[in-house]
């Protein structure tokens, strides 16, 4: 079992910046990426950002490209996501998730631990 832990959400004004984290443990020895994903009502959950523990591979939405950073300390199975130039349309409730796949993934249904989720507002 492995349990997740988000923090960082806010509220913030467009263009603003804001630092999400998200810490791992349990049994986490079989844990090779974690993930960011944003819910919204219009959207559903969405795939934001994944890392890969083994090489730090990343993917990301093509939303969020060139404004929001993925990263990790594998050594403490913590996940960040920097956001930067945020806008309204990345209001949501952000969850990090993992699985013990190599190659990072934006599909929720290849996930199979999520945490709670942090809220984020970005006003216009």
């Known amino acids: 079992q492995v349990t997740l832990v988000e923090s960082g959400g806010g509220s913030v004004q467009a263009g603003g910046s804001l630092r999400l984290s998200c810490v791992a443990s349990g049994s986490t020895s079989a844990t090779y990426q974690m993930a960011w994903f944003r819910q919204t009502p219009g959207k559903g959950r969405e795939g934001i950002a994944a890392?890969?523990?083994?090489?730090?591979?990343?993917k990301y939405d093509d939303s969020v490209k060139g404004r929001f950073t993925i990263s990790q300390d594998g050594a403490e199975k913590v996940v960040y996501l920097q956001m930067n130039s945020l806008k309204p349309e990345d209001t949501g409730i952000y969850s990090c998730?993992?699985?013990?796949?190599?190659?990072?993934?934006?599909?929720?249904?290849?996930?199979?631990?999520w945490g709670q989720g942090t809220q984020v507002t970005v006003s216009s």
């Open positions: 998730a993992s699985n013990g796949r190599l190659w990072p993934s934006l599909d929720p249904d290849v996930f199979v631990y």
């Open positions: 890392i890969s523990f083994e090489g730090g591979r990343t």
